[in-house]
């Protein structure tokens, strides 16, 4: 793999004298990031047996092709690690395995045949639907015995302790138990996916970040907000996005008097009430081991990130694997175009690029290893704007990194 970092550094550098960067540094800051997704996760899914032949043939194919290219096969990538994982959860958990191959189709008509017997046939009536999801039936496990299955099953698992960073403020830190190779899927970042156009809604708008450590971005505009959803559970339960939302609390934060300019920004800037907007709630898997991003540190002074963050859309059809996506989305699901002017972001009426998309997803975040694992702290690179105030304990990984991002 020293070859392959030695390789993928060069590239870099050349990448950084490129006039674009002065143009559009953002962009070019998120084209680098997934180029080293591209070059971990293809290596990774070459297995254990990919020789430095094979290495060179990867980075042949990220010098050619272009940047769309590359984000379907990162895609592809993560897809299909998080395939295996959810086949691996469903063989730990379900009761059976005839569950597992039981297609969506025959286990309502199952339900529906079942809930038409017996009285209510009798009376000539029903009972109302019920609205929310039903929980199918799990072994009864609890997360510290599913998650050393998993570690049988994958190879590693995540554990919660403290960290080993020398900062009062470092608290839990993330860890993993067992062993992964570069560009495997170390965690999933869990929480309520909220896009710009519900941006009001999270708590504490505009001032979201005072108290909530636990909000992530995406470049493309995407907030996550993992708090509601802490270190996770101990069953499998419907997830709704409105008792959590409560729960979380959306308290306003306002500054300054009523008059002239103050007075707009608060109406503007004020958290929107949750109502009609939330979508209805998923079933999902709170024992999930993996679900555990948002507790990853960033390193200290000294030393390098070991995971990078990477964009993942996950495809809605998939429905054998939902139950282990740790996230729901703020909203009805529909993709609103969103324009920025100046602080605030406003819907955009403008026509369509014409590409048609079949495939619902959402937008979500995983944890890739950037080099090979073991027993070790998970180190994430947070890359604070240096445009503002930063923490005591934040020591920069790369400054110009840091810049391009939050240019």
């Not at 293809?42 to 032949?53: I, K, M, P, Q, V």
């Not at 990162?74 to 395995?97: R, S």
């Not at 529906?112 to 017997?117: D, G, P, Q, Y």
């Amino acid at each position: 793999m020293a070859f392959l970092f030695q390789k993928f550094q060069e590239f870099v550098r050349t990448l950084a004298k490129s006039p674009t960067f002065a143009r559009d540094p953002r962009h070019i800051q998120f084209e680098a990031d997934m180029n080293r997704l591209f070059l971990y996760t293809s290596y990774n899914r070459l297995g254990r047996d990919a020789d430095e032949t094979d290495a060179e043939e990867i980075i042949n194919m990220a010098g050619k092709a272009s940047l769309a290219d590359q984000q379907k096969q990162v895609q592809e990538n993560i897809h299909t690690q998080l395939k295996t994982l959810c086949k691996g959860m469903d063989e730990i958990l379900l009761p059976d395995t005839t569950s597992i191959n039981e297609s969506p189709e025959s286990t309502l008509q199952r339900k529906t045949a079942l809930s038409r017997s017996g009285l209510g046939l009798a009376v000539g009536r029903m009972s109302p639907p019920n609205k929310r999801p039903d929980v199918p039936d799990t072994k009864p496990l609890k997360r510290t015995e599913l998650s050393q299955r998993l570690k049988n099953y994958m190879g590693y698992t995540l554990v919660l302790k403290p960290s080993q960073i020398l900062h009062e403020e470092a608290g839990q830190g993330l860890f993993i138990d067992g062993q992964a190779d570069v560009g495997a899927v170390i965690a999933l970042y869990p929480g309520i996916i909220y896009s710009p156009a519900h941006y009001r809604y999270i708590p504490g708008y505009p001032r979201v970040d005072i108290h909530n450590p636990y909000l992530i971005t995406r470049y493309d505009g995407t907030v996550i907000n993992a708090q509601p959803w802490g270190p996770g559970g101990e069953t499998r339960e419907v997830w709704d996005v409105s008792s959590v939302t409560r729960r979380s609390g959306s308290t306003p934060i306002m500054h300054g008097n009523d008059k002239g300019p103050d007075r707009i920004w608060k109406m503007l800037s004020k958290p929107l009430q949750v109502t009609r907007v939330v979508s209805g709630g998923e079933v999902l898997e709170r024992r999930n081991p993996l679900a555990l991003a948002h507790f990853a540190n960033h390193p200290p002074k000294g030393r390098v990130p070991n995971v990078m963050l990477c964009p993942y859309d996950f495809p809605l059809s998939e429905k054998d694997m939902r139950t282990y996506i740790p996230n729901v989305a703020f909203g009805s699901g529909e993709e609103v175009k969103m324009k920025r002017f100046g602080g605030f972001w406003f819907k955009s009426w403008g026509s369509s690029n014409g590409e048609a998309d079949d495939v619902c997803v959402m937008k979500t975040l995983v944890l890739v290893a950037t080099r090979a694992l073991s027993d070790e702290e998970m180190f994430l690179n947070y890359r604070l704007s240096n445009s503002k105030r930063r923490p005591s304990w934040y020591a920069p990984v790369d400054e110009e990194e840091d810049r391009r991002r939050w240019s």
